[in-house]
């Protein structure tokens, strides 16, 4: 029954080398997004996805490309791996856009060697 | 650009006591914000959303203050426990943020001592 879940839980990889998280949430949300958390445990933004609309923050490369294949998944694709990508990725979802409370999942450690 | 602030960074108490954890944010064209804890190794948990129409928010021994013209939020926690022990974030919700995603603060890291 868990709301927002990830998987893999942890994610060990080479650099350069192409990998894919999964994003899934069964609240019947409208919204839904990426965060990564850094070493120093800083959160930020990276993408929100609302009705086939796509917001992506300025500072994300574009070796990351998040894909919906419905409403419920928003999956994070990352090519071309760096070790500065090594971090915590969340994925989140709320009801709305901008004004409803968001849930996040438990967060996929991606290591980068 | 927001910014959120959050302080202290680290905050060490007595079991028992009632605390008061700071955020401030520098852009008052919010639409809400959020407290969310987080325990070591894990997710984010929601705690409280105070929309910005709101003054405040209550959820059991917890209580959230907005003050939206300052710039300011408070996250108040009455007789805390042990079991209260965690990273606490503040964020807010703004269209500026260049993927209207939350914009968090660093966190205040709170030990409750036993």
């Known amino acids: 029954d868990t709301a927002v879940s990830q998987t893999p839980k942890y994610l060990v990889t080479q650099m350069g080398n192409d990998k894919s998280i999964k994003c899934e949430q069964n609240?019947?949300?409208?919204?839904m997004y990426w965060y990564k958390q850094d070493s120093k445990k800083f959160l930020k933004i990276m993408f929100s996805y609302n009705n086939k609309e796509l917001i992506i923050n300025e500072t994300v490369p574009n070796r990351f490309s998040p894909k919906s294949p419905d409403k419920a998944h928003l999956n994070l694709h990352i090519n071309s791996l760096e070790l500065g990508d090594s971090a915590v990725y969340f994925c989140?979802?709320?009801?709305?856009?901008?004004?409803?409370?968001?849930?996040f999942g438990p967060g996929t450690r991606l290591t980068v060697l | 650009k927001q910014e959120v602030t959050q302080i202290p960074a680290a905050l060490s108490v007595p079991e028992g006591e009632n605390l008061v954890l700071n955020c401030s944010f520098t852009?008052?064209?919010?639409?809400?914000l959020q407290w969310f804890r987080q325990d070591p190794g894990k997710g984010l948990t929601s705690l409280l959303l105070i929309q910005s129409s709101q003054r405040e928010q209550t959820s059991g021994r917890l209580n959230a203050s907005l003050d939206k013209s300052s710039g300011r939020s408070t996250l108040y926690i009455a007789a805390s426990q042990p079991g209260d022990s965690a990273t606490y974030l503040c964020a807010v919700m703004d269209s500026g943020g260049g993927a209207d995603g939350l914009t968090f603060g660093k966190g205040t890291h709170l030990i409750i001592q036993p």
């Open positions: 609240l019947g949300h409208d919204t």
């Open positions: 852009d008052s064209a919010i639409y809400n």
């Open positions: 989140a979802s709320s009801h709305r856009l901008l004004t409803d409370t968001q849930y």
